[in-house]
């Protein structure tokens, strides 16, 4: 592939949806992410290059779908702005059939493997550095899966990295760290989280969907 540095940032449609505090969520395909994601944060010359998405450099290509949701929605009490899964279609038959049809009127005939989900509402008022943020985020949730030796894993066919979803380096208490202290895992994160940014400081006011399903 190749691409321009400093593609423009896209942006959702403004007629997707309409924002409904109970269930009504309009999507749709966001076809412009890939190349904009490849070209910001993976190819060797992007304009935030970050090494640790390398295994994602064949995956721009068709592996990650990218969709705009018209809002957020709730989950744990708070409001979830993305959220990254392995596309998978838990039904058979016609219900089957339906998911299937639907995917491919947004994607083609070749279906992503994972499909990253980014609520229009916040994406369209944030600002880049935030939008970065989470785009990022939802990024580190692919990760390469690893073989029974614990070295990471290659499709055989195309030698490109095997792709797996993982949850978050950190998942700890306030009180457990108050109370007990922090472990390896959250010192690391308390140590980076001195450090001055690389990108650019944003407060996270949002969250992740895949953080609150372990959410117990
Ligand atoms: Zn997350």
């Not at 009504?24 to 970050?50: E, Q, Y």
């Not at 472990?183 to 949002?206: F, G, T, Y």
Request: with cysteine; net charge negative; proline share 6%.
């Amino acid at each position: 592939m190749n691409h321009p540095k400093r593609l423009r940032r896209p942006h959702p449609p403004r007629d997707l949806g309409g924002l409904h505090e109970d269930v009504i969520i309009s999507v749709c395909p966001a076809l412009d992410m890939p190349a904009w994601v490849h070209g910001t944060f993976i190819a060797d010359d992007a304009s935030l290059h970050n090494p640790d998405h390398q295994h994602l450099f064949a995956a721009m290509d068709g592996d990650v779908g990218f969709l705009w949701a018209s809002g957020a929605y709730v989950k744990h009490g708070r409001q979830v702005h993305g959220q990254t899964e392995q596309l998978a279609f838990r039904a058979g038959g016609w219900q089957k059939m339906r998911m299937e049809q639907q995917f491919m009127q947004w994607f083609g005939m070749h279906l992503p493997s994972f499909i990253i989900t980014l609520d229009a509402g916040y994406c369209g008022q944030a600002s880049d550095a935030e939008f970065c943020a989470l785009v990022e985020h939802e990024l580190y949730h692919i990760a390469q899966a690893t073989n029974n030796e614990g070295m990471p894993a290659f499709h055989r066919d195309t030698g490109n990295p095997r792709l797996t979803l993982r949850g978050h380096d950190v998942e700890e208490f306030y009180g457990v760290v108050r109370r007990y202290g922090a472990n390896p895992e959250v010192a690391e994160l308390a140590r980076l989280a001195a450090q001055k940014p690389e990108v650019s400081r944003v407060s996270i006011a949002s969250a992740c969907g895949n953080c609150l399903k372990l959410v117990a």
